[in-house]
């Protein structure tokens, strides 16, 4: 069976807060997941050091040695866990600032 790593969203209606979680692919959305890797909240926050002008972040938490094992037995990320996943390093940026999308087939 197909396994994807994919977000299940969490929170309020304007405030939202999503877990990582490794899923079968053909299953609900809504559905218990096999497993929680981790928690993604977008909200950009400021650092607690009180810093005002310091640069905002969201904040990822990911079990990076569970994450390396379910990619490592087939697991497919979707299109949001793939950019997470490329954010820390687990996994090659799809698409890279500054290059061109080519399209296969086209003739020029």
């Known amino acids: ?5 994919r977000l299940a969203r969490f929170g309020k209606r304007h405030a939202p807060f999503y877990n ?3 899923a079968h692919a ?6 218990k997941p096999l497993e929680v ?3 993604y909240d977008p909200i950009p926050k400021t650092p607690t050091d009180g810093n005002e002008a310091a640069k905002k972040f969201k904040d990822i938490k990911l079990d990076i040695d569970r994450a390396k094992y ?3 037995v087939g697991a497919q990320p ?4 793939w950019r997470l996943l490329s954010m820390i390093g687990l996994m090659e940026p799809k ?13 020029s």
């Open 26 to 31: 053909r299953t609900a959305r809504g559905s």
């Open 70 to 72: 379910w990619l490592g």
């Open 95 to 107: 698409y890279r600032l500054g290059q061109e999308l080519k399209q296969e087939g086209a003739s």
């Open 78 to 81: 979707s299109d949001p866990a």
């Open 1 to 5: 069976m197909v396994l994807k790593i």
């Open 37 to 39: 890797l981790g928690t």
């Open 20 to 22: 990582i979680v490794v």
